[in-house]
């Protein structure tokens, strides 16, 4: 049996922090747009402090750059159409990197199948106040980053992040590195025409150098997992799980009590296994995603999720197999943690449940677990510190 620590945050070292990102603002038909998507990520990015506007007056002088405009009928020197925005898709970053480092967000658009990427921008907040300095924490989800969409064949926004002492955010807006001079931790591309309206990347893996044994396996390496959001709320709650914990030896399946009582004592309904759905045989592996499901609110309601390893043999929400939990209702969630972090579940909450951090080493006692500030679960016969598994309950939509 494993022994993993409850949902919560040490020493305020791995606080979660916002990220506030761009506001889109689409000008009006009576003032045209000039801007290049090369610096489309500035654009957007600058609306967000509601100070800026991107509208300019609608001038016909040549444009020598041989980048996409958004300015509607506007024909570039090359004779490449310029194409006027189709929709618009909400872009949200989450850093899930175990022991990994702040992340310099940089964005860019590739305007289409075969067209060269346009260069990239800088996207953050700096915010002393809540120990924001433009980068995304660990763990960390940031808000969701309006951007126009367009039917050009093709079109993508491209997500390069970087370790923020190779590349310290400059400002917003700021330029990022050409592509090829500086190695992203990790790079993803958003294709919109086949995206979701919502989409979140999440950097999952192991960076070198972090301390997590995967035992016979190498560890999975950094890498860009996107997934579609839905933002629909339902008549109670909606809740899925994303398994970012590396090092797991098995994968996982969740399990609620809607009448859990104590880590001791269950009411009378027994937990019962919620996600993955039971006919999801083999449960849930790093780097998968459950789908919603529906939860009812549960606001000063008893209730708690566990997470299970899904072993072969076990049955569903057997206490052997416990690796995480209970994380009971309301969620123990620290004082500081921002408002986006769920303390509950409420009628018309869609929530991601970000689990992350990775399995401690095997030890006898604790003088194996001092190099990480842990100490020797007797039971478990392993590590448990600030690294241990955990649960980010995070509000995708926030209900009445």
Do not use: K
């Not at 209730?303 to 206490?319: I, K, Q």
Request: proline residues 13%; glycine residues 10%.
């Amino acid at each position: 049996m494993l022994s993993m620590r409850p949902f919560s945050w040490e020493g305020g070292s791995t606080q979660a922090s916002e990220v506030n990102v761009a506001r889109t603002r689409l000008c009006s038909r009576r003032r045209s747009r000039s801007l290049t998507l090369r610096r489309l990520a500035v654009a957007m990015s600058a609306l967000s402090f509601g100070m800026l506007s991107a509208c300019e007056p609608t001038t016909n002088a040549a444009d020598a750059d041989t980048h996409y405009d958004a300015r509607p009928g506007f024909i570039e020197a090359t004779g490449d159409p310029l194409p006027n925005p189709t929709g618009a898709i909400g872009i949200r970053l989450a850093n899930m990197l175990v022991a990994g480092p702040n992340l310099t967000i940089c964005i860019s658009a590739r305007p289409g199948a075969g067209v060269a990427e346009t260069p990239g921008h800088m996207i953050g907040t700096v915010d002393p106040a809540r120990g924001l300095d433009g980068t995304l924490p660990y763990p960390g989800v940031s808000s969701y980053i309006p951007f126009p969409t367009y039917a050009a064949p093709g079109f993508a926004y491209v997500v390069r992040l970087y370790d923020r002492a190779a590349l310290p955010f400059a400002a917003l807006g700021a330029p990022c590195p050409a592509v090829g001079t500086l190695e992203p931790v990790v790079a993803g591309t958003i294709e919109t025409a086949s995206a979701s309206p919502r989409t979140t990347l999440v950097a999952i893996g192991v960076v070198p150098g972090a301390p997590v044994a995967c035992g016979a396996s190498a560890c999975p390496p950094p890498t860009a997992l996107v997934i579609a959001d839905d933002p629909t709320p339902g008549a109670g709650g909606r809740a899925r799980v994303v398994h970012a914990i590396p090092n797991l030896p098995f994968p996982i399946h969740v399990c609620f009590d809607p009448d859990f009582v104590s880590p001791t004592e269950n009411g009378p309904i027994p937990a019962m296994r919620v996600l993955p759905v039971a006919s999801d045989t083999d449960g849930l592996a790093f780097g998968e995603v459950t789908d919603f499901i529906d939860v009812p609110p549960l606001s000063g309601t008893p209730g708690a999720f566990f997470v299970h390893l899904n072993a072969p043999g076990a049955p569903d929400c057997f206490a052997a197999t416990l690796a995480l939990g209970p994380l009971t209702l309301p969620f123990p969630v620290p004082p500081t943690a921002p408002p986006e972090v769920a303390r509950t579940i409420r009628a018309g909450d869609v929530l991601s449940l970000f689990a992350f951090g990775r399995m401690g080493s095997p030890c006898a006692d604790d003088a194996v677990c001092a190099p990480t500030g842990g100490h020797c679960n007797p039971a478990a016969h392993v590590c448990v510190d600030v690294l241990s598994p955990s649960v980010l309950p995070w509000i995708d939509v926030a209900g009445m």
